[in-house]
């Protein structure tokens, strides 16, 4: 049995869906105002992951990730460069799929955006202000009255009092406690405005998030996951909201991954220490960024750094060289690989684990190769390929893995063929010290040549 850890109760627990067999899961998306970095990457994977898994599982999953298209940082950035809102959203919302294709992160079922669901977020507001638990501001921005919610504070496990501790409301201040937070914000002058009873505006962050989650998913679902920076104040706004309003639970299990860390700090674009993916994937194949990442537990903090994402290549690397040229096959029904693999990731979805039952496989695969025969390891290399491709890793050829991409100045694939050639036909002429400068012509530009009984084969070091 599937086991979650559920942030809102700090503890593992059986998965049981609303819905036998269906499973209803929300994520936090992307704000859209530049590109995504390692931190954003690491939600794509790690929710892409459970939403393999549980496709693999048996289960009928919706899976829905919002984008958020308006906020103060998008309005910003647009008047830095002077270009309307919708150019900027999009053209970062193409950016930011290019990003998820490299990663082999499958597309959600629905990507609603923010500015889209606008009269899904008024009709939320006006419930809450009916129910008397928001207020309009003496500035017209609508605010959540939290001491009206007897609930806040549960996920993150923090008391109102605690919250106030040291915070002081200004003589200005315009919301009756420092820890109301704004629905709808009053328009100014210039800023993107939708019309609401209570004056044009522009919608406050966390409504987004109640308003389409339940739009999409229901007043009640499965899954509500995001990073673990969103579970105070945004998730918990989150709570506040959706369920003052419809007065009951919101949703069974929350779950949050850990940050990625650089120098002992969260990458953030606020702090200034982030690697966009595209930067990254400049100096590293997208399967080694991937591993990288479900190499540690979703859960964990995980630091960033080259040693890191080099240790992925040789990893990857150890998997391809075992089923390398090995022939096509039908999965082998080996039920203590599979069950090894099925019981890591019910464990609260404990890559680390999983992968650990894939170097497994490579020994065995390599065992049987040395002791018998290729054609007695393939089927055991396609159950390796298979157990992978749940992860979204080994989802290329061998032959494709080691060839790699030539880069600007590296020799292409029809070069290194004609020099291979050249070198048999010196060796056939016992021309020894020409194959030897071939060898070490290709070695200088990268490539390594591997002689065996089936002939020579090459890889990019």
């Known amino acids: 049995m599937l086991q979650i850890y559920n942030s809102l109760t700090r503890q593992k627990e059986t998965f049981v869906t609303i819905k036998p067999r269906q499973v209803r899961m929300y994520v936090c998306g992307m704000t859209v105002y530049d590109y995504c970095h390692l931190g954003h990457a690491r939600v794509m994977v790690v929710f892409d992951t459970v939403y393999r898994y549980l496709k693999a599982s048996g289960y009928l999953v919706h899976y829905v990730r919002n984008i958020t298209d308006i906020d103060d940082k998008i309005i910003k950035r647009a008047a830095e460069n002077g270009e309307p809102i919708d150019a900027l959203t999009n053209r970062f919302i193409d950016a ?59 996920l993150s496990g923090r008391k109102l009092d605690e919250l106030r501790a040291g915070e002081r409301i200004a003589v200005d201040e315009v919301k009756d406690d420092p820890l109301d937070f704004v629905l709808w914000k009053a328009s100014k002058p210039g800023d993107p405005a939708w019309d609401a009873p209570w004056g044009a505006g522009r919608p406050g962050w966390h409504i987004e998030c109640s308003a389409m989650s339940q739009k999409l998913l229901g007043e009640h679902f499965d899954i509500h996951g995001g ?76 630091n960033y750094s080259t040693d ?8 990857l690397t150890r998997l391809y060289t075992a089923i390398r040229g090995l022939p096509e096959a039908g999965p082998a029904g080996y039920t203590y690989y599979e069950n090894r693999f099925d019981a890591a990731m019910d464990d609260d979805f404990n890559t680390p684990e999983a992968i650990a039952v894939l170097f497994e496989l490579s020994t065995d695969i390599n065992r049987v190769r040395k002791t018998q025969s290729d054609a007695a390891a393939a089927p055991l290399g396609a159950l390796m390929q298979k157990l992978g491709n749940s992860l979204g890793l080994l989802q290329e050829s061998a032959e494709s893995w080691f060839k790699g991409n030539a880069g600007a100045d590296g020799l292409s694939d029809d070069a290194i063929a004609d020099l291979i050639q050249q070198r048999l036909d010196a060796r056939k002429a016992k021309q020894w010290a020409e194959s030897d400068r071939i060898r070490d012509e290709l070695k200088a530009q990268g490539v390594i040549l591997e002689d065996g009984a089936g002939g020579t084969t090459w890889r990019r070091a």
Request: glycine share 6%; with cysteine; hydrophobic share 35%.
């Open 227 to 302: 990073g673990s920076d969103l579970q105070f104040p945004h998730h918990e706004n989150e709570i506040a909201q959706s369920e003052g309003c419809t007065g009951h639970k919101h949703v069974n299990y929350w779950m949050h991954n850990g940050f990625i860390r650089i120098n002992d700090e969260k990458m953030s674009k606020s702090l200034g220490n982030f690697f966009t993916i595209r930067e990254v994937l400049e100096h590293y194949k997208a399967a080694e960024v991937r591993f990288f990442m479900l190499n540690s537990h979703y859960r964990s903090q995980l």
């Open 308 to 315: 890191q994402l080099d240790a992925a290549r040789a990893s």
């Open 96 to 154: 930011m799929h290019a990003d998820e294709d490299a990663l082999s992160v499958q597309r959600p079922d629905d990507e609603p955006r923010a500015t889209a669901n606008i009269p899904e977020m008024l009709a939320m507001i006006q419930a809450l202000m009916d129910k008397g638990l928001a207020y309009l501001g003496k500035n017209g921005d609508v605010y959540y009255d939290v001491s009206k919610f007897d609930g806040y504070g549960k």
